[in-house]
C-alpha cells in the first residue's frame, strides 16, 4: 500500500508518538501545533537563569512500551530517575519539553497553528488554520476532547448522535500554576516535592533547583482545581498575588525575584474514556490523547503514560482502517 497523508492536530505526546509509528509504517505525516513548541502540557519555561516545569511535573511507567522507550532514554541522558522504588518518578534532565522535542526529531510540524475549520470532501480532509491550509487522507485530533468537540463542532463533518453522546462525556478540570523565582536557597519536602500540608488551595509545591533542572531556586506553585475554577475569570494579576500570598503563607517569608502565572484550561479530566481512542462514524478522523484509556488501565486516571498509549493505539487503529480501505477498493 502507498502510504497515506495523516494530518494530525496537537504536538501533544500523544499526537508525537502517533506521528512517530505512522512514519514508521510508510505514511506521510504532519503535524499542526497552535503554540510555538510541540510538548503540550510537557511544558518547560526558562526564567532568566533559571528552568521550570509547570505542566508535568514526572511521569511514570506501568506498561512495557513505556518502559522500553524509557530504557533507551536513560541511555541517551535524556531523562532521570528522580524517586521512588515500586513506580519510579522519572524527569526528563533538560525539562519535559525539551525530551518532546528531542522524541519528535524528524516530524513535520506546522507551528503557531491554530486550526478552525474542517472540511469533508468526497475523499479528503480538508484543515484550514491560522495560515495553513492542508490536505489528508486521514485526521488524529489529540486537542483536550471539549476543545476538539467546538472544532467538530464548527466544521463541515458529519456527526452521528453517538458521536455526540461520546463526546459530550468527559470535562476537564482547570489549574493554575504559579512560577515564582526565589532569591534564597529552599529545600521542599525530601526530593524538592510537596503535595502534603499544604495550605488550602496549593495543589503541589515543585522546586525545580532541587528537581536538578534549575540553576536557580524556581519555584511551581500547582494549585487545586477548585482554587482554579473560582479564580479562572479574574484578573492575572489579582490571581498571581492571590498565590503568591498564599506561598509566602506556606513557606514563611522569602524574597521573591520574580513571578508568572500559566493558565492550564483543560489540565485533568474529571472521567477518562476507557478506551484508547476514538473514530467518528462517518468520516477517517480519530480523536486520542491522555484522557483515553487502555479498558485494564490500573491509574485510572490521566497521564503522561496515557498519552503515549493512546498514541501509540491510535496509530495503529489508522493504519490498519487504511489498509482495510485500500484493500476493499482493489
Not at 104 to 124: C, K, S, W, Y
Request: glycine fraction near 8%; hydrophobic fraction near 40%.
Amino acid at each position: 500500500m502507498t502510504g497515506k497523508r495523516i494530518g494530525i492536530i496537537g504536538g501533544g505526546l500523544a499526537g508525537i508518538f502517533a506521528a512517530r509509528q505512522l512514519q514508521a509504517t510508510g505514511h506521510t505525516v504532519e503535524i499542526i501545533e497552535k503554540s510555538q513548541s510541540v510538548g503540550g502540557r510537557m511544558a518547560t519555561r526558562r526564567v532568566d537563569e533559571g528552568t521550570a516545569d509547570h505542566g508535568a511535573v514526572f511521569f511514570t511507567v506501568r506498561t512495557e512500551e513505556l518502559e522500553r522507550e524509557v530504557d533507551d532514554w536513560l541511555e541517551k541522558g535524556w531523562v532521570r530517575k528522580w524517586f521512588g522504588t515500586d513506580f519510579p518518578r522519572y524527569v526528563a534532565t533538560n525539562g519535559m519539553n525539551q525530551l518532546v522535542q528531542a522524541i519528535g526529531r524528524g516530524i513535520p510540524v506546522q507551528l503557531n497553528e491554530q486550526v478552525t475549520h474542517i472540511m469533508a470532501t468526497e475523499d479528503e480532509l480538508v484543515t484550514q488554520a491560522t495560515d495553513h491550509q492542508g490536505t489528508y487522507d486521514a485526521l488524529l485530533v489529540t486537542a483536550p476532547v471539549p476543545q476538539a468537540y467546538e472544532l467538530l463542532q464548527a466544521s463541515d463533518l458529519t456527526l452521528g448522535e453517538d458521536d455526540h453522546e461520546q463526546l459530550r462525556q468527559v470535562t476537564f478540570e482547570p489549574t493554575f500554576v504559579g512560577l515564582f523565582e526565589i532569591e534564597e536557597r529552599l529545600t521542599i519536602g525530601e526530593v524538592g516535592l510537596q503535595d502534603e500540608q499544604l495550605v488550602d488551595g496549593m495543589l503541589k509545591l515543585v522546586n525545580n533547583a532541587e528537581k536538578q533542572i534549575s540553576k536557580t531556586t524556581l519555584l511551581s506553585v500547582y494549585m487545586t482545581a477548585r482554587f482554579s475554577e473560582d479564580w479562572y475569570e479574574r484578573p492575572e494579576e489579582e490571581t498571581l498575588a492571590e498565590v503568591e500570598r498564599l506561598l509566602q503563607q506556606q513557606l514563611g517569608p522569602v524574597t521573591i525575584v520574580s513571578r508568572q502565572l500559566k493558565r492550564w484550561r483543560y489540565a485533568q479530566a474529571r472521567a477518562v474514556y476507557r478506551t484508547p481512542h476514538l473514530k467518528l462514524a462517518a468520516h477517517p478522523l480519530w480523536l486520542a490523547g491522555d484522557a483515553f484509556l487502555e479498558a485494564d488501565d490500573a491509574s485510572g486516571r490521566t497521564r503522561v503514560e496515557s498519552a503515549v498509549i493512546s498514541g501509540l493505539r491510535v496509530a495503529e487503529a489508522i493504519d490498519t482502517h487504511l489498509r482495510q480501505t485500500v484493500t476493499a477498493t482493489e
